[in-house]
């Protein structure tokens, strides 16, 4: 494979490390641009297996091994066509604005989103998430949808994306391994979510709201957890597309739970069992 050891902070080749704590300004590159950023090598042995190919590596000296046989081992004689640039640490945090110590950064094409009927049509158990904001939230509940076996995640267009570099770290790469793309806006997304036979329940406080325990007791085939931004909740739109809204029972005066934890609360609930 070609390594190429940089040391000067300028260096065109490294533009797609360059200032990466900007969040607005990757938030514009990354899915303009067609890439993304995978941090950790486990991260992208994950990102690797899943079938997505990398454009560069950046490194250190010390991992470089490491990084030769992961590329070897996931990519074979594609590895050959992978530039990896090795750097110091001061040169790395330069680039980034950050202390890299997790191995190596990946800059990774992002690869296309499936349709939505696509993603639905052999789904049960789906989440759509509707304008979080919080990157590490997003990590989490892909994490919590890996874990108890959801089939597919589904973003509304102003969710924070998944494969930032935040989201992914906090999801241990599960944004690799649980199918998602994005919805769109609620009138055409609820359209194509009944069209796939699924009922829609959305987790909020409401007089009207049947408990988690109870609607899990019978749950219909498919159902789509519908869960909303951090603060706001979900909006007018979501609970009138809704077919039941469902709440969590809570003790101890607390009215809910973190997005991330009503997530994993409501995915084991409804699991699919054998």
């Given at each position: 494979m070609t390594v190429e050891r940089v040391t000067d902070a300028s260096d065109p080749r490294l533009a797609d490390y360059r200032d990466l704590t900007d969040v607005a300004l990757r938030r514009v590159l990354e899915p303009a641009g067609g890439l993304y950023l995978a941090e950790s090598a486990k991260v992208l042995a994950r990102a690797l297996a899943a079938g997505h190919r990398p454009r560069s590596v950046l490194t250190q000296e010390k991992w470089l091994d490491e990084v030769e046989r992961l590329l070897r081992d996931e990519l074979g004689a594609e590895s050959l066509a992978t530039p990896v640039y090795v750097v110091d640490a001061e040169l790395a945090e330069a680039v980034t604005g950050y202390a890299v110590h997790r191995g190596l950064l990946a800059s990774m094409h992002r690869p296309v989103t499936p349709p939505v009927r696509e993603l639905l049509a052999q789904a049960r158990r789906v989440v759509v998430l509707e304008d979080l904001v919080d990157h590490t939230n997003v990590g989490a509940v892909f994490r919590a949808a890996a874990g108890m076996a959801a089939d597919a995640v589904l973003v509304s267009p102003r969710c924070a994306d998944p494969l930032y570099?935040?989201?992914?770290?906090?999801?241990?790469?599960?944004?690799?391994?649980?199918?998602?793309?994005?919805?769109?806006?609620?009138?055409e997304g609820a359209e194509l979510l009944h069209e796939a036979g699924f009922h829609i329940a959305a987790l909020a406080l409401a007089d009207d709201a049947v408990s988690l325990d109870d609607f899990a007791a019978d749950p219909p085939d498919r159902v789509a957890v519908v869960l909303g931004a951090e603060g706001d909740g979900l909006s007018r739109q979501a609970i009138a597309a809704a077919d039941s809204i469902v709440t969590i029972p809570m003790a101890g005066g607390i009215d809910s739970l973190n997005v991330a934890a009503a997530s994993a609360v409501a995915f084991w609930a409804l699991r699919i069992r054998s």
């Open positions: 570099r935040r989201s992914i770290r906090v999801s241990m790469g599960t944004v690799f391994q649980v199918p998602w793309t994005r919805l769109p806006a609620w009138r």
